[in-house]
């Protein structure tokens, strides 16, 4: 395969300092693989970590900045960061008013954020944590006990960090992260599997002219294989599918998402298909977002995450936000 790198031993060290040349409004520790906005801690402010395995981005160091996370923790590709790295970012962000660690429902990272905030504790630093785990295609998947975190998580993010930047205390911040959590269903599509810079081949097998339907982000199948759909029918499925398992009382934020591979012009189409179905199904809409921001390295596909949202969450979803990968309002 063909890719932009050196080696594959050096590509997330190589990425994360293109990443601090590009974006000096933060602090991009390549040795010690943390991410901290340039301003922080900042005073009278709940911190917001984040982290998980490279090949997501900008999920979540494109996420660092006012708005969103203080800080990231990027693990080797498709692997979760170390608790040092955890303690690390909680350390440099904690202005006293405590942490909140978002946490995407992948056992590695599960237990390594759990043992982080125990030696953050350690370290006298408040942290509370909220899981994600918004996927409906499968449950105890590779990686995963309970259902994967995936899309959600761009939510969780912004309207936390919302929150927070508003001076919002550790509780309710908390609170509103969970009521995201809570309110929010995804359902991935591949339409090709995705390489890994060590591997440098398909992370599975998946034939010409058929596609796998309720992926995960680390490139594992799904929970069904059919022949290549049109983009109004893999919208009606999964929309379908995650309106089978949860129906929103209200109107909702809708993620339109590029696994990695995947032109805006096929996700500019692919949204006014899912806009379609959720209009069909009574569903309405009070925000749209499209494109790559939850990816698989090169995957080409999409995912639909839907968000019940309240006027609280529309507020802090509008709120400003000034971050590498989302930025409106400032």
């Excluded at 170390?82 to 440099?92: E, F, G, N, S, T």
Aim: net charge negative.
């Amino acid at each position: 395969m063909k890719m932009l790198m050196n080696v594959p031993e050096s590509v997330v060290a190589d990425a994360l300092r293109g990443m601090g040349a590009a974006h000096p409004e933060l602090v991009v520790d390549v040795e010690g693989r943390v991410v901290v906005r340039r301003d922080a801690p900042v005073a009278g402010k709940v911190a917001l970590v984040s982290g998980g395995g490279s090949g997501h981005e900008p999920l979540h160091g494109g996420f660092v900045g006012p708005g969103m996370l203080d800080a990231a923790c990027p693990g080797e590709v498709f692997t979760s960061p170390v608790p040092d790295q955890m303690a690390r970012a909680a350390a440099a962000v904690d202005s006293g008013q405590g942490v909140l660690f978002i946490v995407k429902n992948y056992t590695g990272d599960v237990l390594n954020f759990q043992m982080a905030a125990e030696l953050a504790e350690d370290e006298g630093v408040q942290v509370a944590s909220v899981l994600v785990n918004d996927d409906v295609a499968v449950t105890d998947s590779t990686f995963t006990a309970g259902r994967r975190g995936t899309g959600a998580t761009l939510f969780v993010e912004k309207v936390a960090g919302a929150a927070a930047e508003e001076g919002q205390p550790l509780e309710r911040v908390e609170a509103i992260a969970r009521q995201v959590v809570e309110s929010s269903r995804s359902f991935g599509v591949a339409l090709s599997a995705c390489t890994t810079p060590s591997k440098g081949s398909p992370t599975f097998d998946l034939p010409a002219g058929e596609l796998e339907l309720g992926i995960g982000i680390h490139g594992e199948p799904g929970r069904e294989r059919r022949p290549m759909m049109t983009s109004g029918e893999i919208a009606d499925a999964a929309v379908g599918a995650i309106l089978d398992d949860w129906r929103p009382a209200g109107p909702v934020l809708a993620l339109v998402n590029g696994m990695g591979a995947t032109p805006l012009l096929e996700l500019y189409g692919f949204n006014a298909e899912v806009q379609r179905v959720l209009d069909e199904r009574g569903v309405p809409v009070a925000r749209t977002l499209v494109g790559n921001y939850v990816t698989s390295l090169d995957m080409a596909g999409a995912s639909v995450t839907l968000c019940q949202a309240n006027e609280e969450t529309l507020r802090l979803w509008d709120a400003p936000v000034q971050t590498p990968g989302l930025r409106w309002g400032r």
